[in-house]
């Protein structure tokens, strides 16, 4: 089955750039979402397709993907970002989907 | 814009089954396809399958054996049953909206229900 590696823990300093990663075996072949979730509440989406953003959501995140890695950035990072985030594909292979492994987001 | 309520017992026990009902609202039942995914206290999500109005499903192979995703167009809502449940399904379970892209299969998740944690007690 398809895995998605992303590293534990993150942490940035206020109005500093984070960047989490999620790693897959030519994962540049497919189309990544991206999740924030917050303490005791349902996931967001915040990216989706490498690099699109839903309505309602800051410039200050944007993804991209290429090879075996896909990032999510967020810019001028604020208290309000201290979450986990999860990357998604779709595996056309087996039709299922696939999450990746989780990052804690801490600002310091 | 669709929204999604899931409703169901919140304590079940061991070794009988689960099951929990996602209410479609603000859309039709068939402009979507239908997942459910799960997340045990403190650990990540896992996807557990999905369902289309035709009734065509797809489901997690770790989970396969004892699940079953059904849908009830004329409710407008879908329904998940887990069985021969042990404490390790102790979880929050979410329902969400997504769509098909020929390329990639299925897109992002969007958007999700609030949730509902089940306890599997012994």
């Known amino acids: 089955s398809y895995v998605l590696t992303q590293p534990p823990s993150v942490s940035v300093a206020p109005g500093q750039t984070a960047r989490i990663t999620c790693g897959g075996n030519?994962?540049?072949?497919?189309?990544v979402h991206w999740y924030q979730q917050r303490p005791g509440q349902a996931p967001v989406l915040v990216v989706y397709?490498?690099?699109d953003r839903p309505s309602g959501i800051p410039e200050r995140f944007s993804g991209s993907n290429s090879g075996d890695t896909a990032t999510l950035s967020i810019s001028r990072v604020d208290a309000g970002d201290e979450a986990d985030y999860y990357c998604?594909?779709?595996?056309?292979?087996?039709?299922?989907?696939?999450f990746g492994t989780g990052t804690k987001v801490t600002v310091l | 814009q669709v929204q999604l309520q899931e409703s169901g017992p919140g304590l079940v026990k061991s070794s009988e089954t689960l099951s929990l009902t996602c209410a479609v609202s603000g859309g039709s039942i068939s402009s979507h396809y239908w997942t459910w995914i799960r997340q045990p206290p403190g650990k990540g999500l896992e996807w557990i399958g999905y369902?289309?109005?035709?009734?065509?499903?797809n489901y997690n192979p770790s989970l396969k054996s004892r699940v079953i995703i059904s849908i009830d167009p004329s409710r407008s809502h879908f329904s998940l049953k887990l069985s021969s449940l042990t404490a390790a399904d102790t979880a929050v379970y979410y329902c969400?909206?997504?769509?098909?892209?020929?390329?990639?299969?299925?897109?992002?998740?969007?958007?999700w229900g609030q949730g509902t944690l089940v306890t599997v007690s012994s």
């Open positions: 369902i289309y109005y035709t009734g065509a499903t």
């Open positions: 030519n994962i540049g072949t497919k189309s």
């Open positions: 397709d490498d690099s």
């Open positions: 969400a909206a997504t769509t098909r892209d020929l390329v990639y299969g299925l897109k992002q998740f969007d958007p």
């Open positions: 998604q594909v779709w595996d056309t292979a087996s039709d299922q989907g696939v």
